[in-house]
């Protein structure tokens, strides 16, 4: 079994926002396996897909995004999951530009709440993460700090959605990666891609 969890927050208005990637992530997998996550469990929507050959579920946390951990930490124990091995987590970045997208095996919650309240609720900042990258193109850090929330809770213009658009391609691929091979692999894979630039 493995558990796949995107971050966001729930509503329609903040669907297309930056903080929102990761919920975006999932349903783009949900869309390749033609499943909707609308199974309402541990206070997430969930799917469940076949992904090289293992059981996999799909879950978006219908907690805000400060409150993430304690659905992971349900789904998790539901399942019975080993967060280390059998847990990925996708959610935005604002300190990586929008178009990128890293694989990470662990870490601290580099000041994201989502990750931040994960990483308290189990105990452990072992599990795998895919960050995806949203920051605003005036990306420094005085802008960070001025635009941070308002920015991440502002729906997302169509030119930066279309480039979205092609990171949760990427990002749909990797997960199927880690799922099939394992995290260094992904790793190996995908960040030395974008080191590299976007492979064609």
Known sequence: ?????????????YQFTPHNAGFLAIDRIADDYGVAVVNRRCRAQT????????????AKPETWMNLSGLSVQ?????FGI??????????????????????????????????????????????????????PEDNGPESMRRRGKDYLLTPMRKAELAVLDEVLDRTAKAVGVIVAQGVSVAMNEFNRREQNGPAE
């Open 1 to 13: 079994m493995f558990l796949v969890v995107g971050l966001g927050n729930p509503g329609i208005e």
């Open 47 to 58: 799917a469940r897909v076949q992904m090289a050959g293992r059981d996999v579920v799909l």
């Open 74 to 78: 349900a789904l998790v124990t539901e």
């Open 82 to 135: 080993d967060p280390k091995r059998e847990l990925v987590v996708i959610y935005d970045e604002l300190a990586l530009a929008l178009g990128s997208m890293r694989v990470r095996e662990r870490g601290s919650s580099g000041g994201h709440n989502g990750a931040k309240s994960i990483n308290g609720a189990l105990g452990t900042e072992e599990w795998a993460r895919i960050r995806i990258g949203v920051g």
